[in-house]
């Protein structure tokens, strides 16, 4: 923003109207007094041109009574204010006396006293008087900043007093005809465009043992940082990592963390956040923070060190976001883990030893946020040991138990019950992690037994007035749904061990029960937390049944009736966005899971119209769902009972599975951009199944482990499925096909043999390729000719500028003819020596008449020479 735009900015926030125009070509210049007004003057005249003059001169004797008289005038002058007009020249006053103060220690109450003129209102005498002096005003508010270099205290502190002035603004103590006071922004703005803000970080560092001094710079900086401008300034300043590492020094009025404090929130809020806590992630900043942090747990008693403590913490958190913070070097990390554990598990260490935590709101605060940053921290793999040392699981784990009765607390009910489901929430980001931990703590048994609780009918009344506690109150499913999601963690990581425990403490046929009982309870009020709990226990058993026949044979018919159930909800649901989607999709992953491959299991499906089902699904022609229910659809129809079933089903307006499966390929097609005529016939023979994203596609080099496009191409479209599920139902004798539907038939028919076309073409390249090599190798024009365009290839990639003075040296041989790469550097292989004969052996080969067997030289028994007589000679 240019100074004229801030100024203008200023004007129009203050008389709450809108800006215009940047320009002050555009603004009408106003007056605001009459000539009679002028001419009586506010202000005494005075020629501050000649005060500058006389400042400026150096070779008189009694020189220095003069300058102190001329500028108390000037002092007494402008009691009641600084007019814009005379701010440029005012300041270069008091530039002038700071300069004389090192020689002239007299000088320091002239500019003392200017210093104080500064914290009036700057006064317009006309309305475009803001915009015009911008400029002089901003670098005048600048000097403030550089001012802070004289080595004086009462100087420095009364620049500061200005600077928070600007925040208060005051009207004028004594109305002065012909002028008024400027918009109570202004001074704020000029401090923005002017760089205040950088040149009070940068005061910083000059006052290292001057503590009063530093806290008033703090408090300026303080009202500064509530901008994002000057946050901005500050922060390139190094602002966040200067004040930091300095919270802990001595202060008895507690000012100095209060403010770091303050201005730390500021920057994290209003600046960008990453440079911030890159600023921060060093081990200078942690350790302050974590000394600050040790002290204010310990000893700091009263509401107000509570709340200091919560937010040295939240800023802390912030800093643990960064993997490459320093939290376990400077033994922060093992602390928090200490302090957030204490409560649960018994510890001998003194920094915890004899404290207790009260039940008032910040220490109740102070628990949650300890749960939060354990999640933070964990992702930091080295912090796992730290964890098993803290006995970090056992201590969660002593929320996952049903409330007892008659039992003390430390906390109230509401609180017990937040803090119970934000441990659970901890423990799904945790337990993953420490699985021998886990499973040392009969995790599995304690949370089966949880979710049994959850599910009883004991008299509960739980307050849900939190955000674990959404959609829970005065029931137990907030519980629940922290449970299974618990168990959904620990069943992805697919570990044996946890897994065969969990089916062997009868975990498939309990959350069998559990849909069972969630069903009965369904109302409108709740009923997307419990969507979201059907939805975890489908992916809970899909997860636990999935590769393993017998536990889908537990899963049995009383699974599938569930599946079926959620199969039949009604259609206009999956708009809702209450999360039918969610729960629909679990229901078809745990089809794939518990059901396919279970013979008992995929008949019983089959008798109770499940296939009918899948092709009602099908039919609602939702993208999202079709390429996982074809796929499905795929796997059942190796089951030979399917095809009748297939067969049987007819949609609206009785439309069959064929003309259903037909008309999505069509659709596919047409999305995919695939060249088709109006009867649904193949335009391009040559690439029939070519979709238009193929042909835009460029070529790029991808890693090994990535799927080709090609392969990517079957995966994501559903074209594949559908010619799968109609081979199986041997693409005949198909029901309720129109003449198009046969058209696309025949081309879904021959969707492999399109595919193996892709395969002739290589072959095709590839023979090609062979066709050239042989045509270099047996003419030596097609071997120049192909030489000279490999040399115009390489020539044309070569970087045409040089830069001078270089010397270049060709890497490539003159007068070769090969179209290989080839160098100065040759390396030659002897003649194998079955054809040579062995070392003893003529080798004058080229006067022997050697016979051809294949087109290879071959030893022979006997070889007669062109001038040799009949007899025969050992070769």
């Known amino acids: 923003m240019s100074v004229a735009e801030a100024a203008a900015t200023a004007e129009v926030q203050e008389r709450g109207g809108t800006l215009r125009s940047s320009s002050p070509r555009h603004i009408p210049v106003v007056g605001v007094v009459t000539e009679d007004e002028e001419a009586q003057g506010a202000f005494k005249t005075m020629d501050l041109n000649r005060v500058i003059n006389l400042l400026e001169e150096t070779d008189k004797d009694d020189l220095e009574e003069k300058q102190l008289k001329s500028v108390k005038k000037l002092v007494q002058c402008y009691q009641n204010g600084l007019p814009l007009r005379d701010l440029a020249q005012i300041f270069k006053i008091l530039n002038l006396c700071a300069e004389k103060i090192e020689n002239q220690p007299h000088f320091i109450e002239s500019a003392f006293n200017i210093l104080k003129l500064c914290g009036l209102p700057f006064l317009k005498k006309k309305v475009s008087d803001e915009i015009t002096y911008a400029e002089d005003t901003a670098n005048s508010i600048a000097l403030l900043g550089e001012l802070m270099k004289i080595p004086n205290s009462e100087l420095r502190i009364q620049i500061c007093k200005c600077i928070v002035d600007f925040y208060h603004a005051e009207p004028p103590k004594k109305h002065i005809t012909g002028y008024q006071q400027a918009s109570s922004s202004y001074k704020i703005k000029m401090a923005e465009v002017g760089g205040l803000a950088k040149t009070m970080v940068q005061s910083l560092a000059l006052l290292e043992n001057q503590l009063v001094e530093k806290l008033w710079v703090l408090k300026a900086l303080q009202h500064l940082s509530t901008s994002e401008v000057n946050c901005t300034l500050m922060m390139k300043a190094q602002a966040a990592s200067g004040i930091c590492a300095h919270l802990n020094d001595p202060d008895p009025s507690g000012q100095l ?190 949370v089966l037994a949880f979710l049994e609780w959850c599910e009883s009918e004991d008299s509960f009344f739980s307050h849900g007035n939190s955000f674990h506690g959404t959609g829970g109150r005065g029931n137990k499913f907030a519980q629940m749904r922290y449970s299974l999601r618990l168990l959904r963690a620990m069943v992805y990581l697919e570990d044996e061990t946890i897994n065969s425990d969990l089916c062997e403490k009868g975990t498939i046929q309990q959350l069998i029960g559990v849909f069972k009982n969630t069903i009965s309870k369904s109302n409108d009020k709740e009923e997307a937390i419990i969507l979201e709990i059907q939805s975890d226990i489908l992916l809970v058993l899909s997860g636990l049944c999935e590769h393993h026949i017998p536990r889908k044979e537990i899963f049995g018919t009383e699974g599938v009736d569930i599946i079926l159930r959620v199969m039949k909800i009604d259609p206009t649901k999956l708009q809702t966005g209450l999360g039918y989607n969610v729960l629909l999709f679990s229901t078809l992953d745990s089809i794939w899971c518990c059901i396919l491959g279970c013979y008992p299991s ?50 609206k307006k009785d439309q069959t599975a064929a003309s259903l499966l037909i008309k999505l390929w069509r659709k596919e097609e047409k999305e995919l951009g695939v060249k088709r005529d109006k009867h649904g016939m193949i335009i391009d023979t040559k690439k029939p199944l070519f979709t238009s994203f193929q042909e835009e596609q460029k070529i790029m080099p991808l890693p090994a482990n990535c799927p080709t496009l090609a392969v990517m191409d079957v995966a994501e479209n559903i074209r594949a499925k559908i010619y799968a599920v109609l081979g199986k139902l041997d693409f005949e004798n198909l029901p309720g096909l129109s003449a198009e539907d046969f058209v696309t038939l025949c081309i879904i028919h021959r969707y492999l043999d399109f595919k193996i076309q892709a395969t002739h073409k290589q072959r095709e390249l590839a023979n090609k390729s062979w066709e050239n090599f042989l045509a270099r190798t047996s003419n030596a024009k097609t071997l120049k000719k192909a030489k000279r365009l490999q040399e115009k290839a390489i020539e044309s990639s070569r970087y045409s500028e040089h830069p001078p003075n270089a010397v270049f040296h060709r890497t490539d041989i003159k007068g070769l003819n090969t179209t290989v790469p080839s160098g100065r550097v040759v390396t030659v292989e002897s003649t194998p020596a079955r054809l040579l004969g062995g070392p003893l052996t003529d080798t004058d080969i080229a006067l022997k008449k050697l016979p051809i067997r294949g087109g290879a030289l071959q030893k022979v028994k006997a070889v007669k020479t062109v001038n040799e007589s009949k007899k025969s000679v050992p070769t």
């Not at 999202?624 to 949609?651: Q, S």
């Open 257 to 446: 963390l209060f403010r770091s404090s303050e201005i730390l929130w500021n920057l994290l809020e209003k600046s960008p956040k990453e440079e911030i806590i890159q600023q921060l992630s060093n081990l200078e900043c942690l350790l302050a923070l974590k000394e600050v942090f040790k002290t204010l747990f310990m000893r700091g008693f009263s509401h107000y060190d509570r709340q200091l403590r919560n937010d040295i913490l939240v800023i802390t958190t912030i800093i643990a976001q960064n993997p490459g913070a320093p939290m376990i070097e400077c033994g922060f990390t093992k602390d928090l883990i200490l302090f957030a554990t204490f409560n649960e598990v018994k510890s001998q260490n003194p920094l915890v030893k004899g404290l207790k935590l009260s039940n008032s709101y910040e220490d109740f605060e102070l628990k949650k946020l300890l749960f939060n940053i354990i999640v933070i921290l964990c992702k930091d793999l080295p912090t796992i040991q730290l964890l098993i040392d803290g006995k970090v699981i056992l201590a969660l784990f002593t929320y996952v138990k049903k409330p007892e009765k008659n039992k003390i607390i430390e906390w109230s009910a509401a609180q017990y019950e937040e803090l119970q489901l934000h441990a659970i929430a901890t423990l799904s980001s945790v337990a993953p992690l420490l699985t021998e931990e886990y499973m040392l703590c009969q995790g599995n048994a304690q």
């Open 602 to 651: 995929e008949d019983y499906f089959l008798e109770k119209e499940g296939i009918f089902l899948l092709l009602d699904l099908l039919a609602l022609n939702q993208k999202k769902f079709c390429n996982l229910i074809l796929g499905i659809m795929v796997e059942f129809c190796d089951n030979p009972k399917t095809t009748a079933h297939v067969n049987a089903w007819r949609g």
